[in-house]
């Protein structure tokens, strides 16, 4: 398909084990976004990738988390040592990098729950 | 920080009354103004962008208006139908080069 691609759809993990989330971006998509949407708290934006490099990482809670994006394509969302308050809905966007007027795009999300 | 407020929280209108959903925005240095649709367990699919310089976008029965100088942004759609039932979010994008969500407007088309 030729929209944002994320996975897993949902995850399931026990507190203080690590996950993974994965982000595919629209082709020729330079920027990619990470923002994560709580139960009642809309949506916060996490990082921010223009290529490869987050000149806007402002938005991670804690060093817990971290993000890398490599080829200037796929990203990946890391959080260690999970915590309940972690739980949330985890969406991906990309756009036209380097210019404001795009829109962004958003992928389905990945849905965390901690146990 | 900008804040972005979206009113009312939730509404329910029957089938074919014009649906009119507000947004309010604190720090008018913005660079565009996004509407987004969100249905249950789904992403966001974007509906309309206005650029700062811009007064209002139409795409169909959509019609989203910006007064950046009062800070706010109206979304109208015609016509409701109930596939139109969703939350629909506000976004503004502003410095550097985040978006900044209101909370959502649920919205149910009662048949």
């Known amino acids: 398909g030729a929209g944002v691609s994320q996975s897993p759809s949902n995850k399931v993990t026990e507190k203080g084990k690590d996950v993974e989330l994965r982000c595919d971006p629209i082709?020729?998509?330079?920027?990619l976004y990470w923002y994560r949407q709580s139960l009642g708290q809309g949506l916060e934006f996490l990082i921010y990738?223009?290529?490869?490099?987050?000149?806007?990482k402002s938005g991670l809670p804690s060093d817990r988390f971290s993000a890398e994006r490599t080829g200037g394509s796929v990203s990946t969302l890391t959080i260690q040592r999970t915590q309940q308050e972690d739980s949330a809905v985890y969406l991906c966007?990309?756009?036209?990098?380097?210019?404001?007027?795009?829109?962004?795009?958003f992928g389905d999300g990945t849905r965390l729950s901690i146990l | 920080k900008q804040e972005v407020t979206q009113i009312p929280a939730a509404l329910s209108v029957p089938e074919g009354e014009n649906l009119v959903l507000n947004c309010s925005f604190t720090?008018?240095?913005?660079?565009?103004l996004q509407w987004f649709r969100q249905d249950p367990g789904k992403g966001l699919t974007s509906l309309l962008l206005?650029?700062?310089?811009?007064r209002e976008q139409t795409s169909g029965r959509l019609n989203a208006s910006l007064d950046k100088s009062s800070g706010r942004s109206t979304l109208y759609i015609a016509a409701s139908q109930p596939g139109d039932s969703a939350t629909y979010l506000c976004?503004?994008?502003?410095?550097?080069?985040?978006?900044?969500f209101g909370k959502g407007n649920q919205v149910v088309v009662i048949p």
């Open positions: 966007a990309s756009s036209l990098g380097g210019v404001f007027n795009q829109p962004q795009h």
């Open positions: 082709s020729g998509h330079t920027a």
């Open positions: 990738f223009q290529g490869n490099s987050a000149p806007d």
């Open positions: 720090d008018s240095a913005i660079y565009n």
């Open positions: 206005i650029q700062s310089s811009q």
């Open positions: 976004a503004v994008r502003y410095g550097n080069n985040r978006l900044a």
